[in-house]
Nanobody, 127 residues
């Protein structure tokens, strides 16, 4: 059974930084692509960033130049470094993982391509 546990959320002032972590257990981490999504109150879940099993990354336009996604396969952990945060970044952030190894879907931004989800961590950005 795959388990994903997010941590690192909290309250931060606009312009500040935060690093989210997603610890994975239950299978060989390095063979699977993963991603970060977020959902703000009253809004649909949206893609933030993804990292493929190869290490290639994809970043949503709203996060480009500010957020960086990375992974440490030795630690079975994925990260989201959030810099220059804005109030509109306020949301619950979820990490997700594909259900198949070496899978790189064209629609990497689509949450339906991910089989496993964490419980989420709240990020609140004050103005």
């Amino acid at each position: 059974q795959v388990q994903l546990v997010e941590s690192g959320g909290g309250l931060v002032q606009a312009g500040g930084s935060l690093r989210l972590s997603c610890a994975a257990s239950g299978r060989s981490f390095s063979m699977y692509g993963m991603g970060w999504f977020r959902q703000a109150p009253g809004k649909e879940r949206e893609f933030v960033a993804g990292i493929r099993w190869s290490g290639d990354t994809d970043i949503a336009d709203s996060a480009k130049g500010r957020f960086t996604i990375s992974r440490d396969n030795a630690k079975n952990t994925m990260y989201l470094q959030m810099n220059s945060v804005k109030p509109e970044d306020t949301a619950v952030y979820y990490c997700a993982a594909h259900g198949r190894s070496y899978y790189s879907p064209i629609a990497y931004w689509d949450g339906r391509e991910y089989a496993y989800w964490g419980q989420g961590t709240q990020v609140t950005v004050s103005s």
